[in-house]
Structure formats: C-alpha cells, structure tokens
C-alpha cells in the first residue's frame, strides 16, 4: 500500500517505550495493534511536504536536549485507554514546528489542545475500556519518563512505515535517558 501522510512523533526513552509497548501488546486489539508505543505530535501533514519535513525536524531535534517528561494521569478514551504526559517542553517543541508548518496542517493538528499521551487500548468496548482505566488509575505511580528525539513516519492505511529518526544531540549522556 502507498502512503498517504506523514506522522511525526516524540521518541521516549528505550525503557519507557518498552513498558508502554508491552501494556500496549497486552490491552490492543491484536489484529489492530500494528506499532510500537509512541506519543504523537502531528497526525497527518502531506506527503509532498516530506523534504520540508524532514529539513525542519532536523533542525529543531538538532538543537533540542533531550528532556523529561511527567507520567501523571491515565485517561479514558470512550473506548481505550492512555497514559496522561505533562511537558511545557514537549509542547513548545511542537508549538515550533506547527508554527513552521501552519499551512500543512490538517484539522485534527489544527485543534491540538496540548494533551500529550500514549495509548495503551483502543477499539475495544467502552466496558472493556472502563476496567482498564479504574485498573490503571489504581496502580498509577507518577513517574517521568525521557523525550529523546523526533521520529518522521509514513501513513500506510494502519501500519506506519518509519521514514527518520532525529535523535537529540545529547540524548545519550544522559543515563536517564537512554541511548539515542
């Protein structure tokens, strides 16, 4: 299948992302569970913008730090699940880019209202949903987890096929942040 769109999303740290991953292979519908945990900050640009993406990316994951972000809260989705992330500088970094990037976007990267997060369950039944959520709640344990670059990737009608990562300069020093 060819794409259709371009996703760009905040890559975590190794262990985050495996943790998310494995909540994530254990409450998704498998036959709809085709990516790894991610936090997404733009949905859905044009694929004809792809060399202007890529450029920008580059240059604002290039002099970005790597940064932590709090785990603070579990949302209920109507019929899944996610994990609540606070970062004022997750949202200026994507703040930036949708500023450079205004004329691309679509109406859901329009409407952004600043709630990151990363879905754990999704597609099922609102019941289903509503257990895991009073679940997780019960055993959040507020934590953060590390922002350690930006990730570009193809829509292709459900998979995603990964097109660049722009790892942030120092994200490997840091040991709280994991190799980059």
């Known amino acids: 299948m060819d794409p259709t769109s371009l996703i760009i999303t905040l890559r975590m740290d190794p262990g985050a992302a495996e943790r998310f991953t494995r909540l994530r292979q254990a409450h998704f519908p498998a036959h709809r569970n085709w990516l790894a945990a ?13 060399d202007d993406v890529l450029r ?8 970005t730090d ?10 209920f989705l109507g019929q899944g ?10 949202k200026s970094l994507r703040g930036e880019l949708a500023a450079r990037w205004e004329a691309l ?3 859901q990267d329009r409407a952004w209202h ?7 369950q999704n597609k099922v039944e609102p019941a289903v949903a509503r257990e895991l959520h009073a679940r997780l709640q019960r055993e959040l344990e507020m934590h953060d987890i590390g922002a350690t670059g930006l990730q570009v990737w193809e829509y292709v009608g459900g998979p995603w096929r990964h097109v660049a990562t722009f790892p942030f300069p120092d994200a490997a020093v840091d040991p709280r942040v994991g190799d980059a």
């Open 38 to 50: 991610h936090v997404t900050f733009f949905h859905a640009l044009p694929l004809a913008a792809l």
């Open 56 to 63: 920008d990316v580059a240059d604002v994951a290039g002099r």
């Open 66 to 75: 790597a940064f932590r972000m709090d785990v603070d809260r579990v949302l």
């Open 81 to 90: 699940v996610a994990y609540g992330i606070t970062s004022a500088r997750a």
């Open 105 to 107: 976007l679509g109406r």
């Open 114 to 120: 600043g709630r990151l997060h990363v879905t754990v």
